[in-house]
């Protein structure tokens, strides 16, 4: 089945530590995104690709960094900069060209902070 | 800087009445994406709209496209259960290879039997 796998589901990070999410994308899709999701909001933008080895910041990638060594996986590191990270992380990709070039998402990782 | 905002945030509606949610959006927008978000869950496209006077529907739900009012409704029918959700709307800011997308808060749309 072709889709978006986000791992793990929940995710728990200590103080001081740096997290990473992971996402797998078996779409042939040459765009991938990060968003964060915090209770009653929308989504907001983290760090997007659109093409492997580059990537570009979204409106809130302070305290983030990602990587896009291959197509098919664009994982972030949540750093010990980010003050407030508990969140639902959900990871997205489209296939970046046509008219109507959808995003699909993965099901999400909720991060907690203990 | 696009900016999408949605009204109501918060609908609860009767099996079987009517109802639309709005989505405003600030600057040219020339694609309007609608979502649903079922709770702890991810999310699920419904309808892209590309052109002006644009109408796409699927079911009980229907979403057109005003570019000119900088408007975009989604329009529910003889409401169901099932509706339950949380539906987001977000526009494109687009530029040259950019495919940014700009969410709105979402409506919270609760069907009471």
């Known amino acids: 089945d072709g889709g978006i796998t986000q791992s793990p589901k929940y995710l728990f990070r200590k103080e001081g530590q740096n997290v990473t999410l992971s996402c797998e994308q078996n779409l042939n899709h040459d765009a991938m995104y990060w968003y964060r999701q915090d209770p009653g909001q929308g989504l907001r933008l983290i760090y997007y690709?659109?093409?492997?080895?580059?990537?570009q910041k979204g409106d809130i990638a302070e305290g983030y960094s990602v990587s896009r060594e291959k197509k098919e996986s664009f994982p972030l590191t949540v750093t010990s900069a980010q003050k407030n990270p508990t969140a639902f992380y959900l990871c997205?990709?489209?296939?970046?060209?046509?008219?109507?070039?959808?995003?699909?998402f993965g099901a999400g990782t909720r991060l907690s902070v203990l | 800087e696009l900016k999408v905002e949605q009204n109501p945030l918060f609908l609860s509606m009767q099996e079987g009445k009517n109802y639309t949610i709005y989505c405003n959006y600030s600057t040219t927008s020339d694609r309007l994406y609608w979502y649903r978000q079922d709770p702890g869950k991810s999310l699920e496209s419904l309808f892209v709209l590309l052109s002006n006077g644009a109408v796409k529907q699927e079911g009980r739900l229907m979403a057109s496209l005003d570019t000119k009012a900088r408007l975009s409704t989604l329009h529910i029918t003889a409401a169901v259960h099932d509706l339950s959700a949380t539906y987001f709307c977000a526009g494109r800011s687009s530029n040259f290879g950019n495919e940014k997308l700009t969410f709105g808060t979402g409506t919270r749309l609760t069907i009471i039997p």
């Open positions: 997205a990709s489209s296939i970046d060209r046509g008219a109507k070039n959808i995003q699909y």
């Open positions: 690709s659109q093409i492997v080895n580059d990537f």
